[in-house]
Each structure stands twice: as C-alpha cells, then as structure tokens.
C-alpha cells in the first residue's frame, strides 16, 4: 500500500473536519478552527492513500517547543504505519529546525494513543484535569528534541 504525505490544502479542510467528528465526537475540531488551524500550524500535513485522505496531522510552534496539535488516521488504515510516518515527518522537522521539544495532550481514555507516542519516544510530563468537553483528564506528553 503505497502512502503519499503533502501540504495540506484548503480543499482538504471540509473532508478533515468530517474525518474529525467521526473519531474524536464532541471534542471534533470545526471548519472554521480547521481554517484557523490552517492559517497557524507551521506544520499541517495530509497522507494520502490511492487519491484518498486518510490521515493528518498538524503542529504549531510554541516557544520554541513545537505543540502537536491533532493527528489522526481513518479507522480502516491504521496499524498501517501512517500514523507513525506522519509523527516521523513532524518529528524530523522539529529537530532540523531547532526546536526544543514536541508537546502534547492526550486523553487518558486512548490508551493506544499514549503507547503510540510512547513508541515514539514521549514520556508523560504533566496531567489537566477535566480537559475534555466529556470532563475526561488529560496527560501532557512531550519528546525532547535535543
Ligand atoms: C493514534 C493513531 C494516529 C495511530 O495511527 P496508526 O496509523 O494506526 O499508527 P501506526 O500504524 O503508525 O502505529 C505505530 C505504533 O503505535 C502503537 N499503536 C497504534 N495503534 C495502536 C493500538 N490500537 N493498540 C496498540 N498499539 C497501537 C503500536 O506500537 C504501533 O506499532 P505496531 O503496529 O508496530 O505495533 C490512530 O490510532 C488514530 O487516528 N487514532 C484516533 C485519533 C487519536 O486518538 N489521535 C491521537 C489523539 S491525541
């Protein structure tokens, strides 16, 4: 299976923003953040599979920290490698920039999620209680990139 990863495109938008809603629900990001996203991720990327999307992932820069902002990968295609193709690709732009470290929150109900990073290399550095719209806690996880 052959995967391709480019820039995101604002015709992209309204395919992720439904991608979205159906994997993260309540806590879906909307067009209209995507847009803002879109305008503010120094790092926003899509993988593609046969013309089809089917993952991304977007990042900003904090401080000289880069902050993980979503990724995602449709159901049918994960286990696949694309998710971790996308956190290589962010992973590698991070250090050939300069920056310090990668950050993010994740959910303390996605246990496949926090191995997924684990595997990667992140390791827990703080925890946000009641983050989620459902009152669910959130790990802050981060990467040292020096
Ligand atoms: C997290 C996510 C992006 C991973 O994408 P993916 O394409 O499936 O990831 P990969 O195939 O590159 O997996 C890499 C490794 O992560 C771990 N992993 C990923 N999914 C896992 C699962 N369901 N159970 C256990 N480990 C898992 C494994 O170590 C895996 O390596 P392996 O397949 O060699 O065992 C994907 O599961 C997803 O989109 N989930 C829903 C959205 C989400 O939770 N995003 C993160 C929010 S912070």
Known sequence: MECIVRDVSPTD????????RNIFGSDAYSI????????SCIF???A??????????????????????????ASKYRRRG??????????DFG????????????SVNRPYAIRFYRKYGFKVVGYI???????????????PLK
């Open 95 to 106: 250090r050939f920039g300069g920056f310090n470290s990668i950050f993010l929150e994740v």
């Open 129 to 143: 209680r009641h983050y989620y719209s459902d009152g669910s806690d959130a790990l802050i996880m981060e990467l």
């Open 32 to 39: 209209h953040y995507l847009y803002y996203l879109y305008n």
């Open 48 to 73: 593609l599979v046969e013309d089809s999307l089917v993952g991304y992932i977007a990042a900003k820069a904090e401080n000289n920290k880069l902050h993980l902002i979503t990724i995602a990968v």
């Open 13 to 20: 938008l309204s395919y992720i923003s439904e991608l979205e």
């Open 82 to 91: 694309i998710g971790g193709c996308l956190l290589k690709l962010l992973i």
């Open 44 to 46: 926003f990327k899509v």
